[in-house]
C-alpha cells in the first residue's frame, strides 16, 4: 500500500478488484452453460465431432477452476480487508496517543514517547507488511489465473480447428468455437483491470 | 465471513441482509445488518461495530458495489450499531450518517465530522434513496431514548433495530422465522429487560399495526415474514416490558 493512496484508498482498490471479480465469475458461469450446449452439439454430430467434444469437456473444466481461481482471490481481498481495518485503528489509537504526547512534557511524554515507539516498530509496522504479504499474494494469484485463461484460450483455438472436421456440424460447432473464443477475450480483458486496480 | 442474501427484488429496488459471520468470536454479539438499493443510490442500516466491519464490507462486495453507498442510517447509539462508523468513512469521506438528533454529539465519538451527520427530528421524517423514500418510524425507548426503525413503503419491509430481535442458538441460523413459538423464547428475555417503557410499547405497537408490513427485519436473529409479522406485534403488545429477570 502506498503512503499517497491512504487506507481508503486501498478499500477503495479492494472494491473495484471485487467488481472485475464478479465480472469473471459471470463470464465463466457463461462459459460452463456454452461448454453444457456444445457437449450436446457434438454429441448430435457424432463421431466427426469427437475431438470437439473432448475440449468442450475441457471448457467446462476450465470454467469450474476458474470459478475456484475467483473465490480464492475474494477470500484473498476479504483478508485484506481484515488487515486494513487493523491498520485504521492502529492508526487512530496513534494520533490520539501523539496528541497527547505533544500536550504532556517530562516523564509522562517520555512514557508516551517509549509507547509510541514500542507501537510505531510492532502492530503498526506489522499491520502493513501483513497488507504487502497480502497483496504479492494477490499478485501471484493473479498471474496464476492468467496461465488458466490463456490454457482456456488454447482450448478455444483448438476447438476452432476441431470445428473444420464436424461434416455437416461444421458450421454450427464454428460458431460455438467462435463465441468461446470472443468470451474467453472478455475474461483476458477482465483479468488486464484486475492487474491495473492491483497495482 | 457473512453473506449478503436479497430478500427483496423489485426491478432495481433491492433489500439485502447481510447475516451471520461464522468466523465471529464467541464475545462478539451477531448482527444483521441491511442494504435498500434503488437505481445507482443506496442506504446501508446499522452498519455494525467495528469488530465486524471486514465481514460485512467483504460480503457487501459479492453482492453490491458499496462505491454507492451515499447514506447510512443509525437507528440508535450502541457500538454494535454504528462504530464502524470511522471505517466507512475512511471508505468514503462523503457518506452521510442518519440519526436520532439526540445522538448526534455522541457517535462522532465513533468517526465523522459536523458534516457528517444528519440529525432526525423526534417524530420522524423521510429519507430518500435513489426515487423513493424510505419513512424514519419512531421507536423512542425501545430500547434507546432516541431510536428509529426506517419502513420502506414500496418493498413493505420494516427494519426494526433491537424491537423483534432474538439472540438465537449456536446453529439456528435461519434467515427467517421458520416456527414462530420456538422462535420467540430466544427473544423474550431480551425483549423484558431491555424495552424499558409499557408506554412506548404501546405506541409502537399502535403505530406499526397501521403499516402494511410483509417483512420485519430485526437487528439481531430471524427475519419475521407474512402472518408472522402481525403475530409477533400482537405478541410484542401484551408482553410485559422492563423488568430484570429475578
Not at chain 1, 467488481?19 to 463470464?27: C, D, F, L, P
Not at chain 1, 512514557?111 to 497480502?134: C, D, G, K, P, W
Amino acid at each position: 500500500m502506498t503512503q499517497a493512496a491512504g487506507t481508503g484508498g486501498e478499500l477503495r482498490r479492494i472494491v473495484r478488484i471485487n467488481e472485475e471479480i464478479k465480472s469473471v465469475v459471470a463470464t465463466a458461469f457463461k462459459i460452463n452453460l456454452m461448454a453444457m450446449n456444445a457437449i450436446f452439439l457434438a454429441k448430435r454430430a457424432g463421431q466427426a465431432a469427437l475431438g470437439f467434444s473432448v475440449l468442450s469437456n475441457e471448457l467446462r473444466r476450465f470454467a469450474t477452476d476458474l470459478q475456484q481461481q475467483m473465490e480464492v482471490l475474494r477470500q484473498m481481498t476479504h483478508g485484506s480487508v481484515a488487515s486494513v481495518t487493523a491498520l485504521v485503528k492502529t492508526e487512530r489509537l496513534n494520533r490520539v496517543v501523539d496528541r497527547m504526547r505533544s500536550e504532556l512534557s517530562g516523564q509522562a511524554r517520555a512514557m508516551i514517547e517509549r509507547y509510541l515507539r514500542n507501537r510505531q516498530t510492532t502492530s503498526f509496522v506489522l499491520h502493513q507488511e501483513a497488507i504487502a504479504t497480502q497483496n504479492r499474494r494477490l499478485s501471484q494469484t493473479i498471474a496464476d489465473t492468467a496461465q488458466l485463461v490463456e490454457l482456456g484460450s488454447v482450448l478455444a483455438r483448438s476447438a476452432k480447428i476441431e470445428a473444420a472436421y464436424g461434416g455437416s456440424f461444421s458450421a454450427a460447432l464454428m460458431q460455438v468455437s467462435s463465441d468461446f473464443e470472443h468470451t474467453i477475450a472478455e475474461i483476458h480483458r477482465s483479468l488486464e483491470q484486475l492487474s491495473r486496480h492491483h497495482d | 465471513m457473512k453473506t449478503a442474501q436479497v430478500i427483496y427484488e423489485n426491478g432495481d429496488h433491492r433489500w439485502l441482509a447481510i447475516v451471520r459471520d461464522p468466523d465471529r468470536p464467541g464475545y462478539l454479539i451477531d448482527t444483521n445488518e441491511y442494504l435498500v438499493s434503488v437505481g445507482e443510490d443506496a442506504i446501508l442500516l446499522d452498519p455494525g461495530g467495528s469488530e465486524i466491519f471486514p465481514s460485512v464490507f467483504s460480503a457487501l462486495c459479492a453482492e453490491y458495489d458499496p462505491r454507492r453507498i451515499s447514506k447510512i442510517f443509525a437507528s440508535h447509539q450502541d457500538p454494535d450499531i454504528i462504530s464502524s462508523l470511522s471505517m466507512w468513512m475512511e471508505f468514503n469521506p462523503d457518506i452521510k450518517c442518519h440519526i436520532s438528533w439526540l445522538w448526534a454529539g455522541f457517535v462522532p465519538h465513533f468517526g465523522g465530522t459536523g458534516d457528517t451527520f444528519i440529525p432526525i427530528p423526534d417524530p420522524g421524517t423521510d429519507i430518500p434513496v435513489g426515487r423513493e423514500r424510505l419513512r424514519a418510524i419512531p421507536a423512542h425507548y425501545l430500547h434507546s431514548s432516541g431510536n428509529f426503525n426506517l419502513y420502506d413503503p414500496k418493498a413493505k419491509i420494516l427494519f426494526s433495530g433491537d424491537i423483534g430481535a432474538a439472540l438465537l442458538p449456536p446453529g439456528d441460523n435461519g434467515l427467517f422465522v421458520e416456527n414462530f413459538d420456538r422462535h420467540i423464547v430466544h427473544a423474550e428475555a431480551f425483549h423484558r429487560r431491555w424495552m424499558g417503557s409499557e408506554r412506548a410499547k404501546r405506541d409502537w405497537c399502535a403505530r406499526v399495526a397501521d403499516l402494511d408490513i410483509d417483512m420485519l427485519c430485526p437487528q439481531h436473529g430471524a427475519i419475521y415474514r407474512g402472518a408472522e409479522v402481525r403475530r409477533f406485534i400482537d405478541w410484542f403488545a401484551q408482553l410485559d416490558v422492563g423488568a430484570v429477570k429475578s
